[in-house]
Structure formats: C-alpha cells, structure tokens
C-alpha cells in the first residue's frame, strides 16, 4: 500500500514510521525545509534555542521506549535541574509532583528527536501543499504520486482546508488553539548557578509564562561563560502583540525578564523571535469522532489528544494501526 503523509511534525512523522515498518510505502511532504514543526530548534551564534517544545516529559506513554533507546552519543539528555515557580517578581519551589516526571532534552536541539523517529523515511522538503486531489480510481493524487491512503498531519485549520480539497468536509467542531510567541535571548552572563532550568508562572498573570533557561538544560547550548534563554509569553500578552516587530517585542520582555532573573546587564547580546498562531490546542477533539475505519483520508495531530509531544507521538501511532487494521481486513 502507498501512504501519502502531509506534516513533518512528530504525529505525521510517527505515523510514517509505524506505516513503513509494517511495510507500507510511505511518503511525507513537509512545507519547510526542516522536519520537527513545533518540536523545532533555532542556531544563532552558537546559541542554541528550542522555540517550539522545550523537553519531552516520559509519562508512562510509547514515546518513551523511543526517547530511552537513544543514547548519549545521540545527544539525549535527562535534565537534571527541575523547575521553579514565579508570581509578583519573586521565585519559589516548584512542585514536587512534577519535578519527579523525568523530562528529556537533546544537547543539540529537540527538532533532533523527531530526525532519530523518521530516520530512513522518504520526506520532501519545501513542499507547500495547497490542494489534494482524487483520480478516477479514487486514489489521493499528490505532486505527481498516487496515494491509497492518506494522512493529514498538520495542526486542525490547515487539515480542514486540505480535506474540504477534496470534497471532505468532516466537522472538527470546537477546535480552538492559543497562540504564542517564543522570545529568545543569548547573553554574555552565566546563570548556571540558577537552581532551576526552567520557570513558570502559575497564576497566569506575568506575561512571562515559561522562562527556559536552555544553557541549563545542557551546558552545550551557550557559549562558554555565556546563557541562552527561551521565554514564551502567555496566551493573552501573545494575542495583543503578535504583530508588533520582532525588535520591539525583545526589549519589551527584556526589561521584565532581567527584573525577574536579576541580571545587571542593559542588553542582551543576541534575539530572535518565533510567533506560533497555533501553538498548543485549548479544547482537544476526539481522536475517534475525526478519525473512522470506512475512510481513506486520516488526520494525525496533537490537537486529538493534547498538545504535548508525547500525545501528538500517540496520535500518530493510533493513525497508522487504523490504516494497517484497514488494510488486513480487506
Ligand atoms: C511554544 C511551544 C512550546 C511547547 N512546549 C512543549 C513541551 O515543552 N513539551 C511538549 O511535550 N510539548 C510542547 N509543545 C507542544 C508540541 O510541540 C506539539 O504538541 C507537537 O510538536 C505537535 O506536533 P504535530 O506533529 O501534531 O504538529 P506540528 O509539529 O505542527 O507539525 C505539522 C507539520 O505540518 C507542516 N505543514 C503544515 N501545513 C502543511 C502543508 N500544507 N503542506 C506541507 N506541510 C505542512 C508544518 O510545517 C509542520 O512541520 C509546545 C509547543 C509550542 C508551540
């Protein structure tokens, strides 16, 4: 059987794995020139910054038997310092219960977990595509190839414009994302001896929401001497400056991410900015009202289970056995 996967995120990348381990011919096409999607990192004078998902939390889920097959060589590594919390400019513990859940990173950037999942598999970059189409035979028909089955793996709005191409107008009902920017920071400072690699605010009241410190997940990820950091903003400072420049949006939250980490320095030495308008679903969808046995045309993405990477693994898994027990039943 051949495969047509759309999205080289972890869920359309997953799927393409399990598909093509049971034999399948499985192609992926992917809009930009890299894989990962939101599991994505950004190299900038030896910066190294995770602007999607910063770490992979093992929860008992599949994705773990993946993640621990890697080895050192591979660049994974545990992270050892836990996170903190922060309300009103100060810092406190964070909470014992999440601090136990192991968290994994790559010393060269967490896009590297989705090349070690899809390794081996046929992708094509910088492939936009805009519309899908259906042959006499009512097989999928992309770029030239044809597909008997066809997996959509891309974040809801995307899929629903792409299945609607051809005739598909399956309801995805509530389906609802937050965005968020990604703010990143390398400075000429050290703060390894932060007790923590990442901090969040819990009240949901600083626009500084997730404070990563990327040099303390790994000391690979900075300059000697030097510390580079990820700030997402919360869902409502991401909503009202979205189209602001990226300039003015870096010294905005840098004058409040040098209060809270006290750094004396006025500037920070390099900055860049990544703007995700869907960055993680705010209401999850069933997997199984989407996804039904009598079609041909799946979607795999996190937004069926819940925007972690874990899930999204999930997702993809569940895709591609619906499709092998599709396929052995007829
Ligand atoms: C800022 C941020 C922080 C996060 N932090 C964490 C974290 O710490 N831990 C965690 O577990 N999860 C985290 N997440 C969530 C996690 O990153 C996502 O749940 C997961 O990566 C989603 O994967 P996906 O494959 O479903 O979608 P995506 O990663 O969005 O993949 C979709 C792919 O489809 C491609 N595409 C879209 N349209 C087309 C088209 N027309 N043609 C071809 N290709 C197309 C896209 O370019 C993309 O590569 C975070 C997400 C964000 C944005």
């Known amino acids: 059987m051949r495969v047509g996967v759309i999205g080289a995120g972890i869920s359309g990348i997953t799927c393409a794995k399990y598909l093509a381990e049971y034999g399948a011919d499985v192609t992926v096409f992917e809009k930009s020139d890299i894989i990962g999607g939101r599991c994505c990192t950004e190299v900038l004078e030896g910066y190294v910054f995770d602007t999607g998902a910063t770490s992979v939390a093992l929860r008992g889920k599949l994705i773990d038997e993946e993640v621990l097959s890697l080895s050192e060589a591979d660049g994974v590594c545990k992270i050892e310092k836990g996170t903190f919390a922060h309300a009103y400019g100060k810092v406190f513990p964070g909470d014992k219960q999440a601090n136990n859940v192991p968290r994994y990173c790559f010393k060269q950037g967490m896009g590297a977990l989705v090349g070690f999942i899809g390794k081996g598999i046929d992708i094509r970059l910088n492939t936009d595509i805009i519309d899908v189409n259906k042959n006499s035979d009512k097989k999928y028909v992309i770029e030239d190839d044809v597909f008997d089955y066809l997996v959509v793996a891309t974040p809801i709005p995307e899929a629903r414009r792409l299945l609607s191409s051809?005739?598909?107008?399956?309801?995805?009902?509530?389906?609802?994302?937050?965005?968020?920017?990604?703010?990143?920071?390398?400075?000429?400072?050290?703060?390894?001896?932060?007790?923590?690699?990442?901090?969040?605010?819990?009240?949901?009241?600083?626009?500084?929401?997730?404070?990563?410190?990327?040099?303390?997940?790994?000391?690979?990820?900075?300059?000697?001497?030097?510390?580079?950091?990820?700030?997402?903003?919360?869902?409502?400072?991401?909503?009202?400056?979205?189209?602001?420049?990226?300039?003015?949006?870096?010294?905005?939250?840098?004058?409040?991410?040098?209060?809270?980490?006290?750094?004396?320095?006025?500037?920070?030495?390099?900055?860049?900015?990544?703007?995700?308008?869907?960055?993680?679903?705010?209401?999850?969808?069933?997997?199984?009202?989407?996804?039904?046995?009598?079609?041909?045309?799946?979607?795999?993405?996190?937004?069926?289970?819940?925007?972690?990477?874990?899930?999204?693994?999930?997702?993809?898994?569940?895709?591609?056995?619906?499709?092998?027990?599709?396929?052995?039943?007829?």
């Open 166 to 330: 051809v005739g598909d107008h399956r309801s995805f009902s509530n389906a609802k994302y937050r965005a968020c920017l990604s703010l990143c920071y390398g400075i000429e400072c050290d703060l390894s001896h932060l007790p923590y690699h990442a901090l969040i605010n819990l009240d949901g009241r600083d626009p500084l929401s997730w404070v990563s410190i990327e040099s303390n997940k790994t000391p690979e990820r900075a300059p000697d001497g030097c510390s580079s950091i990820v700030v997402q903003v919360s869902p409502f400072y991401s909503f009202q400056k979205f189209s602001l420049s990226d300039d003015i949006l870096l010294k905005d939250v840098w004058i409040m991410l040098k209060n809270l980490l006290d750094i004396d320095m006025d500037k920070y030495g390099v900055g860049l900015v990544r703007k995700w308008l869907w960055s993680q679903p705010e209401i999850t969808i069933s997997f199984s009202h989407v996804n039904r046995m009598s079609d041909t045309i799946f979607v795999a993405t996190d937004a069926l289970k819940a925007g972690r990477l874990e899930m999204a693994y999930e997702c993809g898994y569940e895709v591609a056995q619906l499709i092998i027990k599709k396929e052995e039943s007829e």
